[in-house]
């Protein structure tokens, strides 16, 4: 199966090559003018699932977890200062719950953690959850003493 290009209505693997070598647009471009989603790829559903494959394969999908280094900074200028497609607005309304602010957008609640070394349970954003639940830095310094072998103690 291939998709059809919209500006010449001829069938590509890949229309944004083919829109870059044949008619100059980036796939930026192409993918606004025609209504796409800007953060995914315009492509058929077997060569989605071959470089799926591949990222699973390769290991390039660890990129994508919480706390590795990105080459964007946060707080960078010019950071989410694009105008985003319908097509990505209504995936993100789909996948984030909450309400908008008054900035326009949309909040992802807090879920409740239990803290690894005293049990207290506090409040995180999904994307924060993993391995470092602690609910202060002198319960972080307990458990990371406690894995070195250090003798500790449990101040209330």
Known sequence: MKIECKICHKKFKRVCAHARQAHGMSAREYKKQFGYDLGRGIL???????????????????NLEYGTEYRFKKGQDGLGKYERSRQT?????KQLLGKGNNKGQILVPKVTVNCGTCGTGFKKYPRQVGKNNYCSRHCS???RNKAMGKSVKLST
């Open 44 to 62: 058929t559903d077997y060569d989605r699932e071959y470089m799926r494959e591949q990222t699973l394969k390769n290991g390039t999908y660890k």
């Open 89 to 93: 607005q209504e995936r993100l309304k």
């Open 141 to 143: 310094t307990i458990a």
